[in-house]
């Protein structure tokens, strides 16, 4: 079953206001982890939070948790040009293998 | 630190030909690899796992005899694609967990298969 799912599929902001990102998944987790993928490229990981944290900040990305709702969010503030990419979530299952969601589509105009 | 890298970043083959993908972890050992494929505008789907000097395990639906998966030092994984036709032209991307860290995996830059 597919562990994550991300909402919005696609956003569209203008530079300096913040994304928020969400992710549900259906299966208890240990930890969810957060990516960025450039066009073409590969995977940049950005945030991982484990399943006793509930908040957790890195430079402008902030990622919540509810285990309780399986659920997660990526903020991004005072978003970049830079920041344009396709965000994913992913849940380990069995051991470390990842699941990813369909990932968020961030398009940060300037 | 945690670089992985892929070579060839890109090929173009023709069908029936064989192609093999390189995966390494330029400055961390890496007992574990793991390949994934991406087709345009999705996700990445895991292909399998690679382990360091024993056989990789596939993902249910990934043929083992035409995604041959090697992984003979703790450094280099290595993807063949075998009797490639034009429905696995992909972005396959390797992954990779350093050796007693964290749950972090580790992304290579993706290489992109066409088959003419």
């Known amino acids: 079953s597919q562990q994550g799912e991300e909402d919005p599929q696609a956003l569209s902001i203008q530079e300096g206001e913040n994304a928020t990102m969400n992710c549900s998944y259906k299966t208890s987790i240990n930890n969810l982890q957060w990516y960025r993928q450039n066009s073409g490229r590969g995977l940049v990981h950005l945030i991982l939070i484990r399943s006793n944290e509930r908040e957790k900040h890195s430079g402008r990305l902030r990622v919540t948790l509810d285990t309780s709702k399986k659920s997660s969010s990526l903020l991004i503030t005072a978003s970049r040009a830079a920041d344009t990419a396709s965000y994913f979530c992913a849940g380990p299952y069995s051991g470390s293998r990842l699941t990813f969601g369909e990932g968020t589509q961030l398009t940060v105009n300037p | 630190g945690a670089v992985v890298s892929q070579h060839p970043s890109w090929v173009i083959c023709k069908s029936g030909t064989s192609v093999k993908i390189e995966c390494r972890s330029l400055d961390f050992q890496a007992t574990t690899m793991f390949w994934y494929r991406q087709f345009p505008k999705q996700s990445l789907m895991l292909m399998a796992t690679?382990?360091?000097?024993?056989?990789?395990?596939?993902e249910q639906g990934v043929e083992k005899d035409k995604f041959l998966i090697n992984h003979a030092s703790l450094t280099l994984s290595t993807l063949t694609v075998t009797s490639a036709h034009p429905e696995d032209s992909s972005f396959y991307i390797c992954s990779a967990l350093r050796t007693g860290g964290t749950d972090t995996q580790y992304f290579g830059p993706g290489t992109r298969l066409t088959v003419l």
């Open positions: 690679s382990n360091e000097g024993s056989k990789a395990t596939y």
